[in-house]
């Protein structure tokens, strides 16, 4: 067949184009003729871009097994730190007596670990970008590990000096585990398995903390009368803790790497090819100049604040008007952390189906308000079953809040 031109052409030939948008989605629209018919296809701008450079070779993608081996070392190491930071707290009273110090002494225990946060994770922050994956992963359980066998050397009364350092590293070691839990999932899981990856990676240290809060009322009882084995409890938590951090460093060393050999998609891909020309500094000045967002990160600010402020403080309140409780005190912070994940998974089934991230945030905010008013004013009415229930009604808005915000 020859075309009207009589080139004797028998394909597709182009005879207009334009942009145009299909079902929410931006594309090339071409007109031409085929055999004699007029046809039109809609190409994506990805697809066009690739015609016109000539590369017409697709991406190949792969996830790979080894992915589940990584996630679940990350998360446990990051369980591992996060029982580090609240197991002074839980059992301050008996801390307070070892070491001969004050509450407020105690206190800074866990204190420390969000006042190094606030400076260093922006530097953090930047080193994962730069230095990539492996190498933070490497600082965050190895820092973990070193923390936790300083801490056996503290166990001596004159010493709280050493143990006040040994959480100090702890602390800091905090600041390579918070942020990466996105880049595990993005740079190692398929787009159909991120949000199931990241949410399974926060979800190891939202553990650490629950066990935090019930294993060392269990592990170190409040032997006051007898100094000798109170020491010797602590030494075991200690050294149960210095053992798996270590396993879990080693563990790190072994099978955690920077990337897979292909992305496991086609974003990572593009993500992987694209230069890298942004301005790291700039794009913090942009995110304080963006007004929802300072708006957002004051108001979670205040909202996590409060409900760390009651987990470190848990144990000094349960025990001023519930004296010998240090072990319900542990199960009340148990509560209020299981409660804050089952919230967690019921606002993100609640706001994927209703996209109402605003009217969500504003409606947990004033809950999380008349929950800490009720913990407040039931904390001294002698009924310990209370305070389970209002903690729990204190800690789901908590979880709630951290599903929005992160979404």
């Not at 016109?52 to 992915?67: A, E, N, S």
């Not at 007898?226 to 053992?243: P, Q």
């Not at 199960?331 to 089934?349: C, E, P, Q």
Request: charged residues 10%; hydrophobic residues 45%.
């Amino acid at each position: 067949m020859v075309d009207s031109a009589g080139t004797g052409y028998t394909g597709t030939k182009t005879v207009c184009s334009k942009d145009v948008v299909v079902n929410g989605i931006n594309g090339h629209i071409e007109s031409g003729m085929q055999d004699g018919k007029t046809v039109k296809s809609v190409r994506p701008p990805e697809e066009r871009e690739v015609m016109l450079t000539g590369d017409v070779k697709p991406i190949q993608t792969q996830v790979y097994c080894k992915r589940f081996l990584i996630l679940t070392v990350f998360s446990l190491y990051s369980m591992v730190n996060a029982f580090q930071w609240i197991q002074y707290s839980i059992i301050a009273n008996i801390f307070c007596h070892f070491y001969q110090i004050s509450y407020e002494q105690a206190d800074w225990l866990s204190v420390v670990y969000m006042l190094v946060y606030v400076p260093l994770i922006i530097p953090a922050a930047w080193l994962l970008d730069k230095k990539g994956l492996r190498t933070v992963a490497l600082l965050g359980s190895g820092l973990n590990c070193i923390g936790a066998w300083i801490k056996i050397a503290s166990v001596r009364q004159d010493l709280f000096g050493v143990t006040m350092f040994a959480q100090t590293v702890c602390s800091i070691a905090q600041i390579f585990i918070l942020g990466l839990p996105s880049r595990v999932a993005s740079v190692w899981f398929g787009p159909k398995e991120v949000s199931t990856a990241c949410a399974t990676a926060v979800l190891g240290n939202q553990l650490g903390v629950a066990f935090g809060f019930l294993l060392p009322p269990i592990l170190v009882p409040n032997t006051k009368d007898d100094i000798n084995l109170m020491a010797k409890n602590i030494s075991v938590m200690f050294y149960g803790t210095a053992t798996v951090a270590t396993v879990l460093f080693i563990l790190v060393v072994a099978v955690f790497k920077e990337k897979p050999p292909l992305p496991p998609s086609q974003s990572q891909a593009v993500l992987l090819d694209t230069p890298d020309d942004y301005s790291y500094k700039q794009s913090i000045i942009n995110l304080f100049r963006n007004v929802p967002f300072v708006l957002l990160l004051l108001s979670y600010g205040i909202l996590t604040g409060s409900y760390y402020s009651v987990g470190t403080l848990l144990n000094q309140m349960i025990i001023t008007y519930y004296e010998g409780e240090e072990l319900n005190a542990g199960r009340i912070g148990l509560t209020l952390v299981v409660s804050g994940m089952v919230g967690s998974i019921i606002a993100g089934f609640w706001v994927d189906r209703t996209k109402t991230y605003k009217q969500t945030t504003l409606a947990v905010y004033i809950i999380a308000f008349i929950g800490m008013l009720v913990f407040t004013f039931t904390l001294n009415l002698g009924y310990l079953q209370v305070i389970f229930v209002t903690a729990g009604s204190l800690g789901w808005p908590s979880g709630v809040l951290t599903c929005c915000a992160t979404e």
